[in-house]
Every structure is written in structure tokens, then in C-alpha cells.
């Protein structure tokens, strides 16, 4: 059974940085894909960034600035540095992940809280 668990979030003041790490266990496959999303309260949930098996990166909307995605597939673990946090950056932080010849194929994290207090 693949399991997600997310590490990393709490409280931070406005202008600093976290790092959010996951670490993925029990996959008997490669996992394709490695990904960050947020859920904002009272909001649906985001695309934040991901990393596919072959390195190649891709962030959303909200986090081609701040953010940066990166894995490590020997610790079978990624992980988001989130610098200049905001206010606006408070949310759930769920890890990501799809083995595409796992069923079911997505797998989640049960996320870790980030709050940026002003």
C-alpha cells in the first residue's frame, strides 16, 4: 500500500521560509510523477508544482516564483521550499503522487497545515 506523509508545515511569520517534505513508501513501481497542491481555506484545492521521474519540473499559476520542487529518488521523498511566505500562502499542503501502473494510480498525502501570520 502507498503511503504519503507530508512534514514541514506549522507557523511562520510573513517573510519567511519553510520547506515541506513528503516521503512516499511502498511503491513497487516508479513513481512518474511527484507533486505539491494547497488547499486555501474555504477554497478548492491548487496546482502548486511537480516533478516527473526524468526531472523535468512544472508549477502552477500560484508558484513560479517562490517555489521550487525538487526529489529524491534514492530517499523516494519530495520536497517544496516556499520562500517570502505571505499571508495568502495559508493552507493545507498535500503531497502528490502517480505511479502510472499502480490502481489506483494517484495517490495523496493527508496534507500538513502552513500559517503565515502577517
Known amino acids: 500500500q502507498v503511503q504519503l506523509v507530508e512534514s514541514g508545515g506549522g507557523l511562520v511569520q510573513a517573510g519567511e521560509s519553510l520547506r515541506l517534505s513528503c516521503v512516499i513508501s511502498g511503491s513497487r513501481y516508479t513513481i512518474n510523477v511527484m507533486a505539491w497542491y494547497r488547499q486555501p481555506p474555504g477554497q478548492s484545492r491548487e496546482f502548486l508544482a511537480g516533478?516527473?521521474?526524468?526531472?523535468?519540473?512544472t508549477y502552477g499559476d500560484h508558484a513560479k516564483v517562490r517555489f521550487t520542487i525538487s526529489r529524491d529518488d534514492a530517499k523516494n521523498a519530495v520536497y517544496l521550499q516556499v520562500n517570502s511566505l505571505k499571508p495568502e500562502d495559508t493552507a493545507v499542503y498535500y503531497c502528490?503522487?502517480?505511479?502510472?501502473?499502480?490502481?489506483?494510480?494517484?495517490?495523496w498525502g493527508q496534507g500538513t497545515q502552513v500559517t503565515v501570520s502577517s
Open positions: 502528490n503522487a502517480d505511479i502510472y501502473n499502480d490502481d489506483p494510480w494517484e495517490h
Open positions: 516533478v516527473s521521474s526524468g526531472g523535468i519540473t
